[in-house]
């Protein structure tokens, strides 16, 4: 019987390279690693990125995508996928197919379609196919910006309960909508979860810390939900975990300087 104390508990990113190390994988690794798990990779494209923008986006060939997920699916068991950057209908499809084959579970899909920097990261066309992949995942975490383009309607700090919870019926996935663009004068930063199997809504609330430096954010939050559930915590706590860690790392990264931009969080807290 396997050792489940000599077992490490894994987490799998699929998603873009950041030359910058602010987001994308680079971020995913530190974040999966800094909640007790182990990651691995397949990437997407790389990005010709730093903290003030993505100059260049390179796609990986699609023959050596599908012998990165082959790899590292048919010998490592994940307790959960983590997805970012997809910018292509060819990869979408890719990877649904692939995740389907090898009965991946628990997949936390980040629907990065914008940059920080305002740069788009996804071809038009791929957001249709992006679309129809969300109902095969287990959560997906889009911000403000992200969820409007996923239900073309405005979304703002009176009507984010109710949209989080028409993307998860639309979708018929659970959501968690952030809320970190959200315009207001609040001191509390406000999250919602909309469970898509019960019809509930949950509220997360953490303090806003006032800084520019929260370049990654949405790939470091959706890389430790996906660590803690790999960890075998519900998503409920994996989401409130995932939610609280990265308040943390980010109140512990706000005054520390890296580049001439939107600097990342402090996923160690050092």
Same mark, same amino acid.
């Given at each position: 019987?396997?050792?489940?104390?000599?077992?490490?508990?894994?987490?799998?990113?699929?998603?873009?390279?950041?030359?910058?190390?602010?987001?994308?994988?680079?971020?995913?690794?530190?974040?999966?690693? !800094?909640?007790?798990?182990?990651?691995?990779?397949?990437?997407?494209?790389?990005?010709?990125?730093?903290?003030?923008?993505?100059?260049?986006?390179? !796609?990986?060939?699609? !023959?050596?995508?599908?012998?990165?997920?082959?790899?590292?699916?048919?010998?490592?068991?994940?307790?959960?996928?983590?997805?970012?950057?997809?910018?292509?209908?060819?990869?979408?499809?890719?990877?649904?197919?692939?995740?389907?084959?090898?009965?991946?579970?628990?997949?936390?899909?980040?629907?990065?379609?914008?940059?920080?920097?305002?740069?788009?990261?996804?071809?038009?066309? !791929?957001?249709?196919?992006?679309?129809?992949?969300?109902?095969?995942?287990?959560?997906?975490?889009?911000?403000?910006?992200?969820?409007?383009?996923?239900?073309?309607?405005?979304?703002?700090?009176?009507?984010?309960?109710?949209?989080?919870?028409?993307?998860?019926?639309?979708?018929?996935?659970? &959501?968690?909508?952030?809320?970190? #663009?959200?315009?207001?004068?609040?001191?509390?930063?406000?999250?919602?979860?909309? &469970?898509?199997?019960?019809?509930?809504?949950?509220?997360?609330?953490?303090?806003?810390?006032?800084?520019?430096?929260? #370049?990654?954010?949405?790939?470091?939050?959706?890389?430790?939900?996906?660590?803690?559930?790999?960890?075998?915590?519900?998503?409920?706590?994996?989401?409130?975990?995932?939610?609280?860690?990265?308040?943390?790392?980010?109140?512990?990264?706000?005054?520390?300087?890296?580049?001439?931009?939107?600097?990342?969080?402090?996923?160690?807290?050092?």
């Amino acid at each position: 019987m396997e050792d489940l104390n000599r077992t490490y508990n894994s987490v799998l990113s699929i998603a873009g390279s950041d030359s910058g190390g602010c987001a994308g994988i680079q971020a995913d690794i530190k974040s999966i690693s !800094a909640c007790g798990a182990f990651a691995a990779t397949v990437i997407t494209a790389t990005t010709a990125q730093n903290t003030q923008g993505v100059t260049d986006i390179h !796609a990986i060939p699609i !023959a050596h995508l599908e012998k990165q997920l082959d790899a590292v699916l048919s010998d490592i068991y994940f307790g959960a996928i983590k997805i970012g950057m997809l910018h292509s209908c060819e990869v979408i499809n890719m990877v649904a197919a692939k995740l389907t084959e090898y009965k991946a579970t628990n997949i936390v899909l980040d629907p990065v379609m914008i940059s920080t920097s305002g740069h788009k990261l996804i071809a038009d066309d !791929a957001i249709e196919c992006l679309k129809d992949f969300l109902p095969k995942v287990s959560l997906i975490t889009p911000n403000i910006p992200e969820a409007e383009l996923l239900i073309n309607e405005k979304i703002n700090v009176d009507n984010m309960k109710a949209m989080a919870q028409k993307i998860g019926e639309q979708f018929q996935v659970s &959501v968690l909508l952030k809320g970190g #663009h959200v315009d207001n004068d609040s001191f509390i930063m406000t999250d919602v979860f909309y &469970v898509h199997k019960t019809k509930t809504v949950k509220i997360i609330t953490n303090p806003r810390v006032n800084t520019t430096n929260i #370049h990654g954010t949405g790939c470091s939050l959706s890389s430790s939900i996906a660590a803690y559930l790999s960890l075998g915590f519900s998503m409920d706590e994996a989401i409130t975990k995932g939610c609280n860690y990265v308040n943390q790392a980010i109140a512990a990264g706000k005054d520390k300087i890296l580049g001439h931009g939107n600097g990342p969080i402090n996923h160690f807290g050092l």
